[in-house]
C-alpha cells in the first residue's frame, strides 16, 4: 500500500512539475486577445452558434483580433465568479451579463465599458426599441441588450382535447372548470415547482397572475399592495386540490418540464430556449405544444411576461486598441445576420431586429406571434427584485403549498428580505 | 439454537443479533440504496428519469457515459483533479504537520495565542475569501494553472489540518522523545525519526479530508481558473448543467466516474480513518 501511495504522489507530482505555471494562451505579434467567459458551452443550445460565430469573427480578424471561449458551465456559478471577478475590481474582457437590479450597481463604478457614444449611432438601429433604454441607467449605457425572453403559457392541445376543452381558458373561472376537466380525465393540470434559484416556473406563474391584476405598471406598485396577496392566493390554489403534481414542492426546473415534457401535466411556462429540448426529448409533446396568454384574474387579459435575459458587457480599458476591438466583437454579434443564425440554431430571442428564416421552427414562430399579440408586456418578478427576495420566493411559496404559511404571510416573507 | 462455538443461544442473544443486524440493514440502505439509484439513472433517458424514476432502465444507455467522457473532457479533468487533490495534500501536510509537531511537542511564548488564530480559520466561511483569493492570484500570476487550486486548496485546508495533527500528536507520550535526544537526536530528528513516524494514522485522517476538499471543491476552481487545461471534474459534472436545462442522466453517469476514486480511496484507507477519528475524538 505504501509503495503504491509513493507512486502515486510521484507521478502527480512529475505531472504537475510539467504544467505549465502559468496558462496564458499564446498570443501573436500585435495581436489584441480578449477572454470571453461564458456558460454558453457544453449541453446549451447556443454553444454550437456561438462558438461558430466567434470562430468566424476570429478568422475574419486573423492576426488582428482573437477572441478566446472560456467555458464555465453552471449559470449560478458563472454568475458568482463575474460579481467575484467585478467585486475585485478585475472584470472579464467580455462577459454575459445579468440585466438585473443587482448586477446593474456595478454601473456606478469605472470597471464597466461605456457603449453609450457608439450605441447613438447607427449601431443603434439594429436594436428593437426599448431595450437599449432598458440597458441605460444615469444616462450611460454600459451593457449591451442580446438575448431576450418571453414566456407564455404553453399547453398540450392533445391532453385539453381528451379532457374534451377545446380551446385555452380566457378568464380564471375557465381556468379552474379546464382544470377540473383535466383532472376528471386524469391529467394533472399545471407544472409548478418551489426548488431551484428562483422557482422559475411558480414564478414565471405568479408574474403572470400579477400582471392581469396590476396590469403594465404593475412592478411600479409596492409588494405591500393587495394585488400581490390576491395573486397568491390564485398561485396557491394551482398547489392544490391536485391541480399539480405532488413533487413540485421542493421540485426544480428538471421536474416542472419534465413532467410536462412526459405529457404528465397540460399546462406549463417557459421561454423558447426550451423548444429544443422538448423536441429532441418529446416529440409528442413538441407537435401538441400551443402557446397562449394567462387567463385573465383582474382588469387586464393578454399580456406577455418580456425580459432581457443576458446582455453582452465588458471590461473597461485605457488601451484603445482593446476598446476598438471589444466594440468590433460586440457589434459582428448583435449583427442582424449573425443573431439569426444564433435564433434559428438555438430557439433563442433576441433584442435585435432580424427576420426568422422559411424553415424556421414552427413553435418559434408562435413565440413571435405570442409576441406581436401582446397587449403590453411587463417583466418578470425575479427581474424586479433583487436576487435575495428571489431566493426567499421559493422557500415562501414551499411553506404556503405546505399550509405553513397564508398568502399574507407569503407577501410578508417576501416584503420582509426586500426591506 | 446454537451459537457459533456450539453453545446454546438464548431469546435475548437472538433478539440482540436480530437487532443488530435490523440496524445494520437499516443503515445499509440508506447508504447503498441512493448510490443504486444513482447507477441506474445514469443509464436511463432524462425523461425516463422523470417519468419511472425507480424503475429498471428501458434501454441501458451507455450513451450517457460516452456523453460524459466526451462533452465535459472527464478524463483530462480526471487527471487533473488527482495532480491538484494529491499535491495539495501533500503540501497541506508537510506545512501542517511541522507545525503541529511544534505547537503540540515545544514550549514558547504566545504558542495558545498563535495556535487559536490558526484554528480559528476553520470558521471562516471560505466563500468570504473570494475575492482576496481572485485578486491574490492574479497578481502572482497563478490565474488559470493547477498552482492556483493547489496553493488555494492547501492555504484553505491549513487549519483543519493543523487541528487534527495536533490533536494527535499532542497524544504521543513524551518519554519516547526523551529517549530520543538522550540518544542524541536534534530537534528535527525528534520530528522527523519519531513524531511524524508516529502520527501515520493522523496523517492519513487529515490527508483524506484534504484531499476530498480537492476532489469535491467546485467554485474556486470555477472562479480560478478558464481552460481545461487547468480545471478539474467537479466542472466537468457542471457541463451538464446549462441555463435552462439540465442533462441529468449524462451528469449522473459523469458524477459515477467521479466518485469511483473517492470509494476506492476510503475502501483502501478506512481502517486507518477511523481509528484516526476515533483517537482525535477520545484523546484530542
Known amino acids: 500500500m505504501r509503495r503504491i501511495i509513493s507512486t502515486l504522489i510521484v507521478v502527480a507530482l512529475a505531472l504537475v512539475m510539467t504544467t505549465p505555471l502559468m496558462a496564458t494562451a499564446p498570443q501573436e505579434e500585435g495581436e489584441i486577445v480578449l477572454n470571453f467567459p461564458t456558460f454558453w458551452v457544453g449541453q446549451d443550445s447556443k454553444a454550437e452558434p456561438i462558438a461558430d460565430l466567434v470562430e468566424s469573427f476570429n478568422a475574419e480578424h486573423a492576426s488582428e483580433i482573437r477572441v478566446v ?10 454568475r458568482d465568479k463575474i460579481n467575484t471577478q467585478m467585486a475585485a475590481g478585475q472584470a472579464p474582457d467580455i462577459f454575459v451579463f445579468a440585466p438585473d437590479p443587482t448586477t446593474f450597481q456595478y454601473y456606478d463604478s469605472d470597471i464597466l465599458m461605456d457603449f453609450t457614444e457608439e450605441l447613438q ?14 440597458s441605460t441607467k444615469n444616462g450611460r449605457t454600459k451593457s449591451v441588450p442580446y438575448e431576450i425572453g418571453l414566456t407564455p403559457i404553453w399547453y398540450n392541445s392533445e391532453l385539453f382535447a381528451q379532457a374534451g376543452v377545446d380551446e385555452f381558458p380566457a378568464t380564471i373561472e375557465e381556468f379552474q372548470d379546464a382544470a377540473d376537466a383535466l383532472k376528471a380525465a386524469g391529467i394533472v393540470p399545471t407544472s409548478q415547482m418551489t426548488g431551484g434559484s428562483n422557482a422559475w416556473t411558480s414564478m414565471l406563474w405568479y408574474s403572470h397572475i400579477v400582471g392581469s391584476l396590476g396590469g403594465p405598471d404593475v412592478w411600479s406598485k409596492p409588494l405591500s399592495d393587495p394585488l ?35 405529457g404528465n401535466t397540460a399546462m406549463f411556462i417557459n421561454g423558447p430556449w426550451y423548444i429544443g429540448r422538448i423536441r429532441g426529448d418529446a416529440p409528442e409533446t413538441y407537435a401538441a405544444t400551443r402557446l397562449a396568454p394567462a387567463p385573465q384574474v383582474g ?92 431566493a426567499e420566493f421559493g422557500q415562501a411559496l414551499a411553506a404556503m403549498a405546505l399550509g405553513e404559511a397564508t398568502p399574507a404571510e407569503f407577501v410578508e416573507m417576501l416584503i420582509e428580505v426586500n426591506n | 439454537m446454537n451459537g457459533i462455538a456450539g453453545t446454546r443461544l438464548t431469546f435475548s442473544d437472538a433478539t440482540a443479533k436480530v437487532g443488530k443486524w435490523l440496524v445494520l440493514g437499516f443503515f445499509f440502505f ?8 444513482l447507477l441506474l ?40 483533479s488527482v495532480v491538484v487533490s494529491s499535491v495539495s495534500t501533500v503540501l497541506t501536510l508537510v506545512v501542517t504537520s511541522m507545525a503541529a509537531f511544534v505547537f503540540a511537542r515545544e514550549k514558547f511564548p504566545l504558542q495558545q495565542a498563535l495556535l487559536n488564530v490558526i484554528l480559528a480559520g476553520v470558521l471562516v466561511p471560505i466563500i468570504a475569501l473570494m475575492a482576496p483569493y481572485f485578486r491574490l492570484t492574479n497578481a502572482l ?12 486548496y492547501t492555504a484553505i485546508n491549513l487549519p483543519i489540518s493543523t487541528f487534527l495533527m495536533h490533536g494527535f500528536m499532542k497524544t504521543i507520550p513524551k518519554e519516547l522523545e526523551e529517549a530520543a535526544v538522550i540518544d542524541g537526536a536534534s530537534f528535527f530528528q525528534r520530528f522527523s525519526r519519531v513524531i511524524f513516524p508516529l502520527s501515520r494514522v493522523g496523517l492519513v485522517t487529515a490527508g483524506t479530508f484534504v484531499f476530498l476538499f480537492g476532489w469535491n471543491e467546485f467554485i474556486y476552481a470555477l472562479l480560478l481558473t478558464s481552460r481545461i487545461q487547468s480545471r478539474t471534474l467537479q466542472l466537468g459534472i457542471r457541463f451538464f448543467v446549462s441555463q435552462f436545462f439540465t442533462d441529468y442522466t449524462s451528469m449522473f453517469a459523469a458524477i459515477v466516474l467521479t466518485i469511483i476514486p473517492s470509494i476506492a480511496v476510503y475502501v483502501f484507507l478506512h481502517e486507518k480513518i477511523i481509528k484516526g477519528l476515533a483517537s482525535g475524538a477520545l484523546k484530542g
Open chain 1, 69 to 78: 471561449i472560456e467555458a464555465n458551465p453552471d449559470t449560478d456559478g458563472y
Open chain 1, 121 to 134: 449611432g447607427s449601431w443603434r438601429n439594429d436594436f428593437v426599441p426599448g431595450y437599449i433604454e432598458e
Open chain 1, 228 to 262: 400581490f396577496v390576491e395573486a397568491a392566493e390564485v398561485l396557491l390554489r394551482m398547489y392544490q386540490d391536485g391541480n399539480t403534481t405532488r413533487d413540485a414542492v421542493g421540485g426544480d426546473a428538471g421536474v416542472s418540464g419534465g413532467h410536462y415534457m412526459a
Open chain 1, 299 to 390: 382588469d387586464y387579459y393578454g399580456h406577455q411576461l418580456g425580459f432581457m435575459l443576458s446582455n453582452l458587457a465588458a471590461a473597461n480599458t485605457d488601451d484603445e486598441r482593446k476598446r476598438d476591438a471589444v466594440i468590433t466583437f460586440m457589434q459582428y454579434m448583435t449583427d442582424p445576420d449573425n443573431v439569426k443564425l444564433v435564433s434559428e440554431a438555438a430557439g433563442s430571442l433576441f433584442a435585435i431586429k432580424y427576420e426568422l428564416g422559411a424553415d424556421a421552427d414552427p413553435l418559434q414562430r408562435e413565440f413571435v406571434r405570442a409576441a406581436s399579440e401582446a397587449t403590453f408586456v411587463i417583466g418578470l418578478f425575479s427581474s424586479r427584485y433583487p436576487v435575495d427576495v428571489v
Open chain 2, 30 to 37: 440508506f447508504t447503498f440504496v441512493p448510490l443504486i439509484w
Open chain 2, 41 to 80: 439513472s445514469s443509464f436511463k433517458t432524462n425523461l425516463e428519469l422523470q417519468m419511472r424514476p425507480f424503475a429498471l432502465p428501458a434501454v441501458w444507455q451507455i450513451q450517457n457515459y460516452v456523453n460524459a467522457i466526451q462533452i465535459s473532457g472527464l478524463p483530462r479533468l480526471f487527471l487533473n
Open chain 2, 141 to 152: 500570476k497563478l490565474y488559470d494553472s493547477l498552482w492556483a487550486l493547489i496553493l488555494t
